[in-house]
């Protein structure tokens, strides 16, 4: 819902360190990948319970999401580039929740599960109007940038960061904020439904 206005806080500086880093060699495969290892190693601390250790290697999995566009935004852009970033991001998302029910699946394993299945559809929802905004030659910059089309929603990229943020503070309180969040991912998901009914009924 506020990635727009954080986009216009947060490009200047990542273009600029991007134009740096490509200058050094870096491809913007490269970042993304490094970005999905940094994340995928805060889903392995969260799983042995280093919960507030684990914001380290996410917050740098983040800012590696935002480099890796402006790397390419300063070398070339490629399809399989975004192609590569959205299967990372999906993957990403994926690991925090799954780490919280292997650290407690007596305690977690419910509201886990719910939240996965939630970003299932929300995800499948947000790639599906992609595909069905490309057929129809759409075109947003509204969260940057993008290979592919961002419908917006309620809950988007910086609410899940948040989110995210949140259950590694208090990580005693996963299973309730599991359960607040999923169903607003639910809610988002029905409500891009709506907005593509809306779109691209012929």
Do not use: H
Not at 112 to 134: H, M, P, Q, R, V
Not at 175 to 181: D, G, I, M, R, S
């Amino acid at each position: 819902m506020f990635d727009s206005q954080f986009r216009t806080l947060i490009d200047p500086p990542l273009n600029r360190l991007g134009q740096s880093l490509a200058g050094r060699g870096f491809t913007a495969d490269g970042v993304t990948l490094i970005g999905l290892g940094l994340g995928l190693l805060a889903a392995l601390c969260i799983a042995f319970g280093w919960t507030v250790l684990a914001l380290l290697p996410l917050a740098a999995s983040r800012i590696a999401d935002g480099l890796d566009g402006a790397v390419a935004r300063a070398t070339r852009k490629t399809d399989f580039g975004g192609y590569l970033d959205i299967s990372a991001d999906f993957l990403f998302y994926g690991a925090i929740p799954m780490a919280f029910v292997w650290l407690d699946p007596a305690l977690n394993g419910a509201a886990g599960a719910w939240l996965l299945c939630a970003f299932y559809f929300n995800g499948s929802t947000f790639l599906g109007y992609a595909i069905l905004a490309e057929k129809k030659k759409m075109q947003t910059s509204a969260q940057g940038v993008k290979s592919l089309y961002y419908s917006n929603g309620i809950l988007e990229g910086a609410e899940t960061i948040a989110f995210f943020v949140a259950i590694c503070l208090f990580s005693q309180y996963f299973a309730p904020l599991a359960w607040v969040f999923g169903a607003l991912c639910f809610a988002t998901g029905a409500l891009r439904l709506y907005a593509a009914r809306q779109t691209f009924t012929d």
